[in-house]
């Protein structure tokens, strides 16, 4: 699952043209938390190839986990264009979210600007958004 996260990140932070070093920044954190093998990670920077998601492989909290990480995301180069904000809509409907998720994660970031202060209370708001 790890692999494929970074590619979903690689994909969203390139979505809209320019992948920016705070986004880079944040790929390779994540890597290194997950204990990805960088020479990995390395592969996928280059050529990320095409973006494959299953969810029916993924568990509500690791799509939960797959949400927050591209919320974080699209927030680290600090603008959110119109093909990001598609892209992660676009995640979320794979993910098996109601597309309403992504203004109601976003109307979040705004008013919060530390994300991490109430990871488990923003995670019960969003599986509302799964759909069943």
Do not use: W
């Given at each position: ?25 944040l ?16 592969q ?15 568990s509500?909290?690791e ?16 603008r ?9 809509t ?14 109601k ?28």
């Open positions: 699952m790890s692999l494929k996260l970074i590619s979903t990140l690689l994909h969203l932070a390139g979505s809209d043209g320019q992948v920016s070093g705070s986004e880079m920044a790929i390779y954190k994540i890597a290194m938390a997950k204990g990805l093998p960088m020479f990995e990670v390395e996928l920077t280059s050529n990320p190839g095409e973006h494959q998601l299953d969810p029916d492989q993924l509500d909290d799509k939960y986990e797959y949400i927050y990480t591209i919320i974080l995301m699209s927030k680290m180069d600090g959110l264009d119109e093909r990001e904000l598609t892209t992660c676009e995640f979320a409907i794979e993910l098996g979210y109601d597309e309403a998720v992504i203004p994660l976003l109307e979040i970031v705004e008013s919060d600007s530390d994300l991490t202060e109430n990871k488990e209370e923003l995670k019960s708001e969003i599986q509302n958004y799964l759909k069943s």
